[in-house]
Every structure is written in structure tokens, then in C-alpha cells.
């Protein structure tokens, strides 16, 4: 089927619906392929390819919502579907929140330029193979520790996405993402430490070279043999700019709208007050050019933007979806997250932490005693009471050097505290899939260890 | 097979999904989903080639399997192959499927279960509760011969609280259950019994303290609890890792790699069991597996792929979370077999340590072996008693190290309510777990507090 065609197709049903008694309809439909290889000892370990479509239809009858979905185009199939989105409706209840984004929230969609790549949706099947293979042997030749790959692999993938609302709004979208990954496994004889590292650009000419992810794999996975537990102590914390992207992750959860409304986040009752130091700047951009989550509209066609979420320590928003946003009387953000399965829910888009001027030695440099962390495991950070807790693997850093290894030990805070004691911002901003943070440092956390 | 592969298979699905909602005392939404497509797997040698397609029809499924077929490079004929269809057990018979039952009956449970956690407590402030169900029908055929169909229910209510004390402070509590049961089963694992324990655990924790970080015993309380055993060893015993080298179990076999009292084992074949199957992903049937006895390391878990490379008999241990993904080597219901101690005896050991009553999930490095547990319900022990409630407490450690220091195994086996989903490599299936009472020594403790004043 035709682009127009997939078009013409969200319309109908959407029309459809309309037709069979919904108030509002609203289609989503998405459309895709990709295709993946993992190489061992040189060789093809697996490749896979495949094409995906699907749609969600969203209806409101009475102020009550119905939700379908599926993957089977059969014009019979889809036909039945309507009449079930609008059964399922009567099992909900109504709410006179429930419904479309108020049309004033549509409106001019911004210019995010380019997110295709016609490089990225024609690169031959053997560029993966032969990028996988190189990164295997910079790895082999990195150290003779690395015994062993866990895996080692390339991709692509092409995706389109189709909306049609009852509201007046019609948009599609299409993009690229090409990925490399690697992990290797690093032995000394006694002890097995493994890491990973990948890059994924929208556009070909932006992905990092296979040697240098495989020698960042390699780097990382190395420096961990003979990691020991340490004692348990208060002590300066440094995450490096993959860890503080699970930690800023971890805020943008607690400045969820329906959390926020729900009283259940941490940062409900603060927004306008000061929670972190001046250097701490978060923010969602939807614009970000090329970026992996960047688009035109969100999942229920609302143009999307940049929202900052903590301007120099300073809370100045939340993030909404149009029901949310009814509820908390504000407006939403451009927030709607989903694929064709799923109801729209609040997320964000680019996430970023701004960086500051210090460079990573800069930061480790004033440590007497310290823990520069590199791994983390667990999900860890609880967003309702702010508890945070995580497993941690990394070196430890003496007279401002880091030194040994370590492992099986937690890392643990109050995400309120840990954002007063972010007290050092990088310069060195990396963009790991589609959020982005420098190294960061907390004046005094917990280390759980022997 | 024109292009002269060793094998090839081809794995059809057909899921659908129904879900209720509800939260701020309201029905939020009735959902239907419907998810078909057609997984062709070629191998030749150590090399797969996978394609898969939501498009059933005939030109979109030849260039399917000429896309798996691309990593084959000898030359061979097209032949057909002689298919016998394999005689399977039932591990779950279900009075209907769960896609038949009416949405309205679904909806009710959540009703109902909403109702009974606003009422359990005026601390309770909001209660969000779920439904989701799904049937699966997967038919595998290879050319090894094999023809293997399947009905797949499975379903789970699930009931999240968050309960509000005194000067703002926040407790959760979450609880669910459900497996591949009949809708009847919620006769009499209620949507009260959820709703009353997801409550019950968000009061009990208001007013926690904060738990001291450092070594200490623990006893972590029988059922859900496995979801240690699960992360600790489960993962590391998984044949795949076990091949490539990269778990630190390899080369283990017939070692010592827990205490005397650990016996693990890994059972598709449990009745209704949440990770129970008739046949894997691969059409084989799901097997009883003694994977540790008393101490010593005795198998892994095998895919076909991962057996043949390996000399090996699947243990019927492949699953796929869907026609979108590869097969590999998982676990089904992990357990530790009971031992000899009363749960009371066990508290009663133990002069000082912690008391871990429930808990968040778990996380695995397979190849350091370094775990994480979060223990969303704490309690701490002083003189073989409870005492006050912590919050914050996460425990961490390296598999083999923990189970060496299992110091008691209590008489109470358990499996879990029918809540766990089991992620690797970005494939999620549902999974089972089972412990009973259990003491272990030496445990890491995250916390806030740096303890050793006192």
C-alpha cells in the first residue's frame, strides 16, 4: 500500500466511526520496516528483516472512550473493528473530561526539518554485516582480556506514521534511525565484567564510527576487571553522561502531568520553586533537529515543542497530553506518547540536561574519595515518594584519579536531595538514543557496600 | 531450503488482547487488540536468518523466506517435507478462552477492586487497577517434521495504591495475580484479596524508617520473593550465555555453585501456571528441569539452536515474546525446592537483620553476576521478632556468592500470584517464581543510613 493509500485509509476509518454513532474518532496508524544482523567470529550470527504495520482507533461516544487495535488491514476485520471501538465505549465510564485535543491546541505544525534519510533507507544489507565484522575485530584487537562477545550488531529501520482525528487534523510523518551496538565480555581469569555501547542517528553521515563504538565497548568493559565491593560511606558521587540520562529520565517521570495532578511525583507541590542549583537546566525539546524522538505533531496530532522543565534550578513546568491537561485545567505540552497498541500517556520527547562548562577531569579532579559510576542496575528511582536506590558498578576516585574497580554495591538518595546536591554540570553532553546529559556530580550520597 | 539451509521453520500467531482500566474512581477505557503475523527461521550452520510479516499472504511470505534465507549460501533444492503433528500435554485447560469472556465481566473485577481499596483505609488516596488479558494461538512446523499447535490464555488483574500519612508522606503498594486460568479463578483470587494487599502493604509502610546500609542477614518472605532465584541464577543458566562464554556460570557443570540447601528448578509443566506451556516457541514440549541439586550445578536451559550447537537435548526452553522476535533460551516457573525449617524457626534465627516482606523487580548482569533486588516491603528483625517497618531497601549481590550463604531454607513453598513478566534482550514473556521462607547470611543492604554507631 501507497503512502496515499495509508492516508486515505486512517481517514475512512475515522470517518467511519463517525458514521457508526462515535462523538469523536481519532486514527493512528503506523507503518514500518526494519532490519537487523549480528556477526560472530566474522560470520553472520543472525540477520533479520521484516515489514510491520498497524493501526489504533480511538473513540468517544457519550464521553465514554473505546479503544481498538490492530495489525490486520482486511477490509472485513477493519470493518468489525469500528463497531467493537464503539461497544468497548459503553463498558467505560463517562467523563465529561474525555475527549480529542481542544481544537486550540492544534493549530500551525512547526518546521522540524528533515527526519528521513533516503541514505539510511537504502543501505545495502551488506553495510551491516561489514560494519558488525569491523567492530568485532577492534574489539579482538582491543585487549587480549576480551575473551568473548555478547553481541555485536547493526541496523536500520523506516517508519511512517499516519493520523487522522475527527478534530480537523491530518498529519504523517516519516523517519530513519540506523544503530550500532556492542558488548564484549572482558575475563582475567577469575572474574567476567561486561559493558555495551552503541550510537543511533536519524541520519547516516551523524552515526559514530564502528571502531570508536567498538573501542568504547571494549574501553568500558576492561576497566571493570577485578572490581571489588568497597565500604559502606557517604561520599561524592559522579555519573557518567549514560547514567545521568537515567537520572534526568528518572525527574522528566516525576514531571509527568498525571502524576503531578495525582499528587503521586515528588515534585507535585514545588512547581515555581527552586529544586536544584542554578547550573541544573532539563529540558524536553520536541524541535530538537534530527533528533531520534523529534517530530511534527504527538500522538494525538498536537504540535510539538520545547518545554523546559527546570530553568536554573528552577521548576517552571510539567509535561501534559490533552486529558491531562483538561484535568489540571492547564494546556497540554505536546506529550501524547504511543505506538498503534497503546492509548496515548504522558512522556517526553529529546530530553536533555544543558551543559555546563566543567570538563569530566574538572570533576573527578577535587575528589579526594569518591565514586565515579559507569553501570547501574535496577529500575531503582521511585517517583511517587522520590526513593532512590540503585545497584552500581564503576571506579572509585582517590585524590581526584580514578582508581580501582567496583561492583556489588548500591548508590542510594532522595531524588528532592540528590537535585540540591547536583553540584557539578559537564561539558560534554552526549546524546545516547534521544536523551542527552553530561557528567554530573552529587556532593554526598550513600554507598552501600561491605 | 533451495538455497541449501540445515533447517527451516515457519511460526504463525495470532493474539488477541483485551484491557480495562480504571483509575480516579473511574472506568478510564475498554480496549480490544488484535496482533497476527508469520516468523520464517532459516539456519545453516551457526548462522539464522529470521523475516517476519504481519501480511499473510502468499507473495509477502515468499519473500519472507527469501529474505530468512539470505544468510545460506549453498546451493540445494526446493523439496517438501513431511510434517507429523505432535501430541502435546495440557498444562492448562480453561473452561473458555479469556478472549470469549464478555468485557463486562473484565470490567466489573476492576470495579470491584477499586472499590475494596478505597475502602480498606481513608489514608488510601488513589488506586489505579488494571485488566489485561490475552489468548494466543501459534501453530510451529519445521523441517525437522515437527507440527506443533497451541492456545495460549493468559491474564492478570492488577491493583496499584498510593496511601498518604501524616506531613505528605507517600507509601505505594501494588498486588495482582492471574496465570493461564478460567475467568473463574477470580472467584476465589478475588479482586478484594488484590485490592485489600496492594492497600494493606502502602498502610504498612507509612512511617517507615530508613534502612541501614551495609551486610546483614536476611529472610526474605516465601512467593514472590523467587524473583531473587530468578535473577541471581536463573538468567546465568541460560544456554545461550552459557555458549557464547559470557555467563559466569559457564564451564560450571557438576560445580559446586550454591549452599547444600539449594535445590532450583525450572518447570513448564506447572498446572496454570503464568509461564507454563504445552510447547515452546519451537514447537517442543515444556519440561520439568533440576537445574541446581543441593548445591551442585547440574543443567541449563536449551533453545533447539543453542542445544545443537551445543551437543545438547532442548530442554524446550524457547520462547519468543512474539512472531517479531527470534526464539532464545528462557525460563518458564523458577523455584526453589522447600526444606526443613518452619518460617517461625527461621525469624527466630536471626538476631538482627531484615526482613524483606515484598518486592519491586529485579536486575540481572549476567556476566559479573551482580543482581539487584528492590524490596518494596521491609521490615527489620531485632531478637527473632519484627520490628519497625524501612523503606528504601534494596539488596545486592553476586549469584553464586548468595546462594553460598543460604544459611535456611524454609518448609513453605510458594509460587507467586501470577504477576511476573520476565525482559531480555527487549523480549518480554510471562514467567513464574516460587521460594519459601529463606535465610540468607552476608546480604548487602542498600540504604541511606550508614549504619555502626550504635
Known sequence: MSATNYEALAKKIMARALKRGAKQAEVFLQVGRNADVRVRDGEIEDLTQATSKGLGLRVFVKNRLGFVWTSDFDPAGLDTLIDRAIALAEMSAPNPLNGLPDLAAFGKLPDVGALYDAEVASLPPDWKIKASIEMEKVIRAFDPRIKTIDSVGAGESVSEIYLASSSGMHGSSQGTSVYLYASPVATDGEQLQTSYWYDAKRFFEDLDTPENVAAKAAHRAVRLLGAKKVKSQKCPIVLDPTMAAGFISSIAGAANGDAVFKKSSFLAAKLGQRIAPAHVSIIDDGLRPRGLATSPFDGEGVPTRRTSIIDHGVLKAFLYDAFTARKAKTKTTGNASRGYRSLPSISAHNLLLEPGTLTPEQIIKDIPNGFYVTAMLGHGANTVTGEYSRGANGLWIENGELTRPVQEVTVAGNLNDMLLQLDAVGNDLTFHGATGAPTIRFKELTVSGE | MERGADFAEVYVERNEFTAVTLEEDKVK????????????????????????????????????????????????????????????????????????????????????????????????????????????????????????????????????????????????????????????????????????????????????????????????????????????????????????????????????????????????????????????????????????????????????????????????????????????????????????????????????????????????????????????????????????????????????????????????????????????????????????????????????????KR
Open chain 2, 29 to 452: 477505557s475498554a480496549q480490544n487488540g488484535l496482533s497476527q503475523g508469520v516468523g520464517l527461521r532459516v539456519i545453516s550452520g551457526a548462522k539464522v536468518g529470521y523475516a517476519y510479516s504481519d501480511d499473510l499472504d502468499e507473495e509477502a511470505l515468499f519473500r519472507a523466506a527469501r529474505t530468512a534465507a539470505f544468510i545460506a549460501q549453498g546451493g540445494g533444492s526446493e523439496q517438501s517435507f513431511r510434517v507429523t503433528r505432535t501430541p502435546l500435554p495440557t498444562f492448562y485447560r480453561l473452561d473458555a478462552h479469556l478472549a470469549d469472556v464478555e468485557v463486562s465481566l473484565k470490567r466489573d473485577l476492576v470495579v470491584r477492586a477499586n472499590k475494596a481499596a478505597r475502602a480498606f483505609d481513608q489514608r488510601i488516596k488513589q488506586v489505579s487497577c488494571s485488566w489485561a488479558d490475552s489468548t494466543k494461538r501459534i501453530l510451529v512446523a519445521n523441517t525437522a517434521g515437527r507440527l506443533a499447535e497451541d492456545t495460549q490464555d493468559l491474564c492478570r488483574l492488577s491493583t496499584m495504591v498510593v496511601a498518604e500519612g501524616k506531613k505528605g508522606e507517600r507509601r505505594t503498594g501494588s498486588y495482582g495475580g492471574g496465570g493461564r486460568v478460567s475467568f473463574a479463578h477470580f472467584d476465589t483470587f478475588t479482586p478484594e484479596t488484590v485490592a485489600r494487599e496492594a492497600a494493606r502493604q502502602a498502610i504498612a509502610g507509612l512511617g517507615a524508617a530508613d534502612a541501614e546500609a551495609g551486610q546483614q542477614t536476611v529472610v526474605l518472605a516465601p512467593g514472590w520473593s523467587g524473583i531473587l532465584l530468578h535473577e541471581a541464577v536463573g538468567h546465568g543458566l541460560e544456554a545461550d550465555f552459557i555458549r557464547k562464554g559470557t555467563s559466569l556460570f559457564a564451564g560450571k557443570l557438576g560445580q559446586k555453585v550454591a549452599s547444600d540447601l539449594v535445590t532450583v528448578i525450572d518447570d513448564g509443566t506447572m498446572a496454570n501456571a503464568r509461564g507454563s506451556l504445552n510447547v515452546d516457541d519451537e514447537g517442543n514440549a515444556a519440561q520439568f528441569k533440576v537445574l541446581i541439586e543441593r548445591g551442585e550445578l547440574k543443567g541449563f536451559m536449551y533453545d533447539s539452536l543453542n542445544a545443537k550447537l551445543m551437543n545438547q537435548q532442548t530442554t524446550g526452553s524457547g520462547r519468543r515474546e512474539s512472531f517479531k522476535h527470534l526464539p532464545m533460551p528462557r525460563m518458564t516457573n523458577t523455584y526453589l525446592a522447600p526444606g526443613e525449617d518452619t518460617p517461625e524457626e527461621i525469624l527466630k534465627s536471626v538476631d538482627k537483620g531484615v526482613y524483606c516482606a515484598n518486592f519491586g523487580g529485579g536486575q540481572v548482569d549476567i556476566t559479573n553476576g551482580n543482581f539487584v533486588f528492590e524490596v518494596s516491603e521491609a521490615y527489620e528483625i531485632k531478637k527473632g521478632k519484627l520490628g519497625r517497618p524501612l523503606k528504601g531497601v534494596t539488596l545486592i549481590g553476586v549469584g553464586p556468592e548468595a546462594l553460598k550463604n543460604v544459611s535456611r531454607v524454609g518448609n513453605d513453598p510458594m509460587p507467586d500470584p501470577g504477576m511476573g513478566t520476565c525482559g531480555k534482550d527487549g523480549q518480554s514473556v510471562p514467567v513464574g517464581v516460587g521460594l519459601p521462607t529463606l535465610r540468607i547470611d552476608n546480604m548487602t543492604v542498600g540504604g541511606t543510613k550508614v549504619g555502626g
